[in-house]
Nanobody, 123 residues
Framework: QVQLVESGGGLVQAGGSLRLSCAASGRTFSNYAMGWFRQAPGKERGYVATISRSGDTTTYADSVKGRFTISRDNAKNTVYLQMNNLKREDTAVYYC????????????????WGQGTQVTVSS
């Protein structure tokens, strides 16, 4: 079992930045790929970014490429999502998740999930 706790969400104006954190416990953090996903009201949960166990491989959804950066600190059992130049369409609940393969981005393939943190971008 893995426990994940997200933090760092909030209300920000369009063009602003936020940094999300996800602290993991329960298993060896560095054994797993990590991902960020989001779910807007009335929409399905979707992929945002993933990072490999060592952190040397990252992937991004086209909608966030160039604006968001995923990173991890295995010594702190924490994964981050730096979000810059935020847009209204980034408004969603953001979830971190534990998985096995960095290139498999379907949410159904990820094993453990946090409770989510709300990000709201105003115009």
């Amino acid at each position: 079992q893995v426990q994940l706790v997200e933090s760092g969400g909030g209300l920000v104006q369009a063009g602003g930045s936020l940094r999300l954190s996800c602290a993991a416990s329960g298993r060896t953090f560095s054994n797993y790929a990590m991902g960020w996903f989001r779910q807007a009201p009335g929409k399905e949960r979707g992929y945002v970014a993933t990072i490999s166990r060592s952190g040397d491989t990252t992937t991004y959804a086209d909608s966030v490429k160039g604006r968001f950066t995923i990173s991890r600190d295995n010594a702190k059992n924490t994964v981050y999502l730096q979000m810059n130049n935020l847009k209204r369409e980034d408004t969603a609940v953001y979830y971190c998740a534990v998985g096995t393969y960095v290139y498999i981005v379907s949410p159904s393939s990820w094993d453990y999930w946090g409770q989510g943190t709300q990000v709201t971008v105003s115009s």
